[in-house]
């Protein structure tokens, strides 16, 4: 009975650690459970062998991933044409996925604890970043992301990136696993070395706020220095079916008549943006007349998404493009996609597959070549991120322009439906900002639209599902950081120390 009971107790523990972190996530933000819900699970965790640890570690993430990316079977099915149970399939295979940095963890942490003696809490910490950094994720979801509304700490990520938070946050649960372990008589820290050990942690919060004030200072500076930009997000609020209903006449007849009902409340709106495939066709077709219309009277700009066919060697290609058209109604610099969306927009192995080809209802987009800086006669050189490239952390980081000062993503999130995926997806396009130090401004077809300032805060945002116009003043900056400079140094770091004491771990046990 005592064994059955220590079980049932170690499973709601994993079960706790896991089910909480959709509670962490957008869009409830229970942030301030992060530096203690994942502890149970981790105590659990330190009290198995290696092999057991795995598959408890499996277990936890599986009960974090289901709950945080419980949309993507909805998504699948209707972004990929596909039936529901197809969805179901490929919501567990992301959420399984998802689990086996923290399945690597639970293995690798006994194994660690052997070889760091008071000093393992930061070990650990260390091995749980570069697991979270080196496993594949489909939608990158890091634990540091859970602080992006709270600009104090998460300017941080300007030095480290978002690892640098995660193990923070990381480190806060592990020390308090050693405080039980030290009360219960069964751990590797006394009291003194405990002690010492979370004076290190003190001291790495204050480099935080530190760091952060700093960041927050150059910010401000460069604000003072930056002429103001009037931009105007335009959500119309058009659905799946309606855009389909609608067609590309009626889709820019709709961003036109609210763009103008915006001009005319206010005038001194400089930019308009419009969302990911706001425009049905290229805009020089026939069909967007009236757009070059609106432009002719009003003299403002229009950022907009737009699907763009062209035939290059009697081949049919397809973008998922974004245009800026200029203030004399001539067309300016085009943007298309790199990051195309599995399923939704390519499909996976299909060169090496060829019965893939033959499946009904799939979309096959070309991807683009580069990131381009758009020729604005304003004073903002913005760069479009398209959908889900937004969240790509590192392909951001690498490929936007040295000269860009205004990051534009636009996207429908329509396909998600009335789910957290909207408030995840701002989430990770938000954290863009504090890590690059540059503003972002999102328009999003059904919501959530927003500005973003250069600190990564959400100045002004839409509700889901509405017809809204937000108009704001947008300081186009940018702050240089050390992350956008360097990258990843800190997770690499992280896995180089994390391997080297792997290697003394089983130097050791050989010699023994």
């Not at 490929?90 to 399945?103: E, G, I, K, N, T």
């Not at 119309?236 to 001009?263: C, W, Y």
């Not at 408030?423 to 504090?434: K, N, T, V």
């Amino acid at each position: 009975m005592p064994l059955r009971r220590e079980a049932l107790l170690a499973l709601a523990a994993l079960l706790f650690s896991g089910l909480a972190q959709p509670l962490m996530s957008a869009p409830l933000n229970l942030y301030w459970m992060h530096p203690w819900a994942l502890a149970p699970g981790f105590f659990v965790l330190c009290r198995l062998t290696p092999k057991r640890a795995l598959f408890a570690g499996w277990f936890m993430g599986m009960a974090a991933n289901l709950g945080i990316f419980y949309w993507f079977a909805e998504t699948v099915s209707v972004f990929g044409k596909l039936p529901y149970v197809v969805g179901m399939i490929a919501l567990l295979l992301l959420a399984a996925v998802s689990s086996l940095y923290s399945a690597l963890f639970g293995w690798g942490l006994g194994h660690l604890r052997a070889v760091s003696g008071s000093g393992w809490p930061f070990v650990a910490a260390a091995w749980f970043v570069t697991c979270e950094f080196l496993s594949p994720q489909l939608f990158p979801y890091y634990h540091g992301l859970s602080l992006y509304r709270i600009p104090e700490l998460f300017l941080v990520t300007s030095v480290t990136g978002i690892l640098g938070l995660s193990f923070e946050i990381i480190l806060w649960n592990l020390l308090l696993v050693a405080a039980v372990e030290h009360y219960q008589g069964i751990g590797q820290l006394d009291r003194r070395a405990w002690i010492r050990s979370a004076l290190a942690a003190v001291f790495l919060f204050a480099a935080t706020v530190g760091i952060s004030a700093w960041q927050t200072s150059r910010i401000e500076a460069a604000e003072a220095q930056a002429s103001s930009l009037r931009i105007a997000i335009v959500q119309p609020n058009l659905d799946i079916p309606e855009r389909r209903k609608l067609g590309a006449t009626g889709m820019a007849q709709r961003h036109v008549e609210q763009s103008r009902a915006a001009f005319e409340a206010d005038p001194t709106i400089d930019v308009f943006l419009w969302s990911e495939g706001a425009l049905r066709q290229a805009p020089s077709h026939a069909d967007n007349a009236l757009v070059f219309d609106f432009i002719g009277q009003s003299k403002r700009e229009i950022w907009t998404g737009a699907r763009t066919v062209e035939w290059i060697d009697e081949q049919k290609k397809i973008y998922n493009a974004a245009y800026l058209l200029r203030r004399d109604a001539s067309i300016g610099e085009r943007y298309d996609k790199i990051k195309l969306l599995p399923v939704g927009e390519y499909v996976p192995f299909e060169e090496s597959v060829p019965a893939l080809r033959r499946l009904p209802g799939m979309r096959r987009l070309s991807a683009g070549k580069h990131m381009v800086v758009l020729d604005s006669e304003t004073s903002a050189r913005p760069s479009f991120l398209i959908c889900y490239e937004a969240i790509l952390r590192e392909f951001v980081r690498r490929e936007i322009p040295d000269e860009t000062n205004l990051m534009v993503n636009i996207t429908n999130d329509a396909w998600f439906g009335d789910t957290s995926c909207a408030s995840q997806h701002l989430m990770l396009a938000a954290a863009r900002s504090a890590e690059l130090g540059i503003p972002l401004i999102r328009g999003a077809t059904t919501g959530i639209s927003a500005f973003v300032d250069a600190r990564g805060v959400i100045t002004d945002q839409s509700e889901l599902f509405t017809d809204e116009t937000l108009v704001a003043n947008v300081r186009p900056l940018r702050a240089p950081t050390f992350y956008g400079a360097v990258g990843d140094w800190f997770p690499w770091s992280a896995t180089l120390l994390s391997l080297s004491l792997f290697v003394l771990s089983f130097v050791r046990k050989r010699r023994c």
